[in-house]
């Protein structure tokens, strides 16, 4: 038997209107966008921007120009971060963060006067809410957050957050790569200033697809600069969105694979969605803390994380019953520091790292069961 429980890095399956969108737009389109007024190019500029709709009515953004188009989380954050922050500004951030938000704060920390300071979580992973009043400063200009844990699933409470950087007049990124398409996100309601997000994790679309909102206070310096397919005789990027922020050929064929996930996504709805995940999520926990010689890291409320589930067996390395999970059983997890290594610091692991389990909505409790009885018996002292 496979199980694939590898969904925090990359979801799989896809939903099977995923793969036919994009096998109809190879075939049938295959196009650029902005390069031409023929019909396949109209139609490739269509399922452009009714992407963007999607993702729009998807995060209650009220206009769609607003969301750009990059080819990860990474690429958005790294946009949000050094197209921002000035000299003599203040970000205030955690200890739990990945390192596609963590490094371009610590670049941006030491090529420009930028104070961060980075909030230490629980052994849990989960931020407390008053630690973020108290380290607010009179130059305090952004709060940047993951919204869920790539490390131990643990959810940070972001409308909460979100009515904080309000009050005091600050703006708000977040990171939804692990939430986004699986978890409620309004940007409206949460008083999101940046929303950076990928396409190939819970929302269920291709790899080198993402994308930033930007609210509309927000300025930011492009990233790169070239060609947007128009705007040809401006010596800079134009000022208009989403051009500014979209130079070179966008990868229209993972928008259109992105656009029937979030298709599937909206059919479905996110309630329905949230509820799967967190009945999969309880099961799985409650069967992991009966077995002897698991230690779980992370909230045990299914209620307060996403389908993340970090673990190690006590006197095994990660690494290898990663290798026994995946060679002898079929069982495709994760190990090792899953680049956030400060996280693995706040909760204990940084030298060992972890075995992370990620489940997906297609998941299934055979396949659940399957993996709790293969790790009932490698977690038998004569296993090894």
């Given at each position: 038997m496979e199980v694939y429980l590898d969904n925090g890095a990359t979801s799989y399956p896809k939903p099977?209107?995923?793969?036919?969108?994009?096998?109809?737009?190879?075939?049938?389109?295959?196009?650029?966008?902005?390069?031409?007024?023929?019909?396949?190019?109209?139609?490739?500029?269509?399922?452009?921007?009714?992407?963007?709709?999607?993702?729009?009515?998807?995060?209650?953004?009220?206009?769609?120009?607003?969301?750009?188009?990059?080819?990860?989380?990474?690429?958005?954050?790294?946009?949000?971060?050094?197209?921002?922050?000035?000299?003599?500004?203040?970000?205030?951030?955690?200890?739990?963060?990945?390192?596609?938000?963590?490094?371009?704060?610590?670049?941006?920390?030491?090529?420009?006067?930028?104070?961060?300071?980075?909030?230490?979580?629980?052994?849990?992973?989960?931020?407390n809410v008053a630690d973020i009043r108290n380290a607010i400063k009179p130059n305090t200009k952004l709060i940047a957050l993951l919204h869920a844990s790539n490390v131990t699933g643990s959810l940070f409470p972001i409308e909460e957050i979100g009515k904080i950087a309000k009050e005091n007049d600050?703006?708000?990124?977040?990171?939804?790569?692990?939430?986004?398409?699986?978890?409620?996100?309004?940007?409206?309601?949460?008083?999101?200033?940046?929303?950076?997000?990928?396409?190939h994790k819970c929302l269920l679309g291709l790899q080198g697809t993402g994308g930033l909102y930007i609210s509309p206070r927000v300025s930011l310096t492009p990233l790169k600069e070239g060609g947007v397919g128009g705007y040809t005789l401006l010596e800079g990027q134009?000022?208009?969105?989403?051009?500014?922020?979209?130079?070179?050929?966008?990868?229209?064929?993972?928008?259109?694979?992105?656009?029937?996930?979030?298709?599937?996504?909206?059919?479905?709805?996110?309630?329905?969605?949230?509820?799967?995940?967190?009945?999969?999520?309880?099961?799985?926990?409650?069967?992991?803390?009966?077995?002897?010689?698991?230690?779980?890291?992370g909230p045990l409320n299914p209620q307060n994380k996403v389908g993340v589930i970090s673990i190690n067996i006590q006197g095994q390395k990660p690494s290898e019953v990663g290798k026994i999970l995946g060679e002898k059983y079929g069982i495709a997890v994760r190990t090792g520091l899953h680049c956030a290594p400060w996280a693995h610091q706040t909760i204990g692991t940084l030298e060992t790292g972890t075995v992370r389990f990620s489940l997906g909505y297609f998941n299934t409790k055979k396949e659940l069961d399957y993996t709790l009885e293969v790790l009932e018996k490698i977690t038998n002292p004569l296993f090894f």
């Open positions: 099977e209107i995923v793969y036919e969108t994009v096998d109809y737009f190879l075939r049938k389109i295959g196009t650029s966008v902005g390069r031409g007024c023929y019909p396949k190019a109209l139609k490739a500029e269509e399922i452009v921007y009714n992407t963007r709709e999607k993702l729009a009515r998807l995060f209650n953004i009220t206009d769609p120009k607003r969301i750009v188009f990059t080819h990860n989380a990474t690429e958005s954050l790294n946009l949000a971060i050094k197209g921002f922050l000035n000299n003599g500004d203040h970000v205030i951030t955690s200890s739990m963060e990945h390192l596609a938000l963590w490094r371009p704060l610590k670049r941006i920390e030491k090529e420009k006067d930028v104070e961060v300071n980075y909030l230490q979580c629980s052994s849990e992973g989960e931020i600050i703006y708000f990124l977040v990171d939804s790569s692990q939430s986004a398409g699986a978890y409620s996100i309004d940007v409206q309601r949460f008083n999101i200033d940046l929303l950076a997000f990928t396409g134009p000022n208009v969105l989403p051009e500014r922020f979209e130079a070179g050929t966008l990868n229209v064929v993972g928008i259109a694979g992105l656009n029937a996930g979030i298709s599937y996504i909206l059919e479905k709805g996110i309630d329905k969605i949230r509820k799967h995940k967190e009945e999969m999520i309880s099961y799985f926990l409650g069967e992991l803390k009966r077995i002897e010689n698991i230690i779980i890291y």
